[in-house]
């Protein structure tokens, strides 16, 4: 699934490099944080349309991504079977373009996503875990945004 965002990123950028106007500007860190969280969508291998819908809030929320772009990565997303690739060019773009803060945000925003469902499965808190550390978050910011969120819930 990571090849097909990737060759949707490719093209969007390609797009965008021809446009300069302010609308079509769809930046790669935008784009890189978007997979991620299409990725915590997908990776429970159960497509919940609560999932579904906080992926589409928190990028609408989050980042400078258009609707109709919105909808083109979640289609990718339900289409696409989960394919293992290596997070690291995507962990990379963030640590080159995020600072610490903007990096917690990220992880907030997955945990969102893991617990739209009102289940947390071991798959999403493992990816997220992952990239956490990838980005170089702290355990305690690690954990301190999976219990905002999660005590956010409704009960």
């Known amino acids: 699934m990571i090849e097909s965002i990737r060759n949707f990123f490719d093209k969007k950028l390609a797009k965008d490099a021809e446009d300069d106007t302010p609308s079509a500007e769809l930046s790669k860190i935008d784009l890189t944080c978007a997979a991620l969280l299409i990725e915590v969508m997908n990776s429970d291998h159960e497509l919940d349309e609560r999932e579904h ?59 969102r ?24 978050v702290s355990h305690s910011d690690f954990i301190k945004t999976k219990l905002k969120v999660r005590n956010a819930l409704p009960d």
């Open 113 to 136: 996503i893991a617990f739209s469902d009102e289940r947390l499965d071991k798959y999403e808190d493992h990816l997220i875990r992952k990239v956490s550390e990838l980005i170089y």
């Open 53 to 111: 819908g906080e992926v589409l809030a928190v990028l609408k929320q989050s980042y400078s991504i258009a609707d109709d772009d919105l909808e083109e990565l979640a289609k990718l997303a339900k289409a696409e079977a989960r394919e293992a690739t290596s997070l690291y060019e995507f962990t990379r773009l963030i640590n080159d373009s995020y600072d610490p803060q903007q990096k917690i945000g990220l992880i907030e925003n997955m945990w």
